[in-house]
């Protein structure tokens, strides 16, 4: 969840942002570059193990979603 205060705060984050409704997370994985991160999102969701929803890649995370399946970045 991020507050809508901390939203505001965050360059670039959409005004009705999917963190503020506990719907979105960003992941950094020690173990994982993003690209290899986000190969593994797309694995399980592939094998129906999470929901199809957005997936944008980040220099130094990877944003999952909820909501409707896209993805953006790299």
Known sequence: YRSPYHN?????A????NHQFGRAVD???S?????EFRAELRK???DGKIHNGGIGLYATF?????DDARE???
């Open 8 to 12: 505001s705060r965050q360059d670039g």
């Open 14 to 17: 959409a005004e009705r942002s």
């Open 27 to 29: 992941i950094r994985a």
């Open 31 to 35: 173990d994982y570059t993003p690209r």
């Open 44 to 46: 399980l969701i592939a």
């Open 62 to 66: 990877v944003h999952y979603d909820i």
């Open 72 to 74: 953006w970045g790299g």
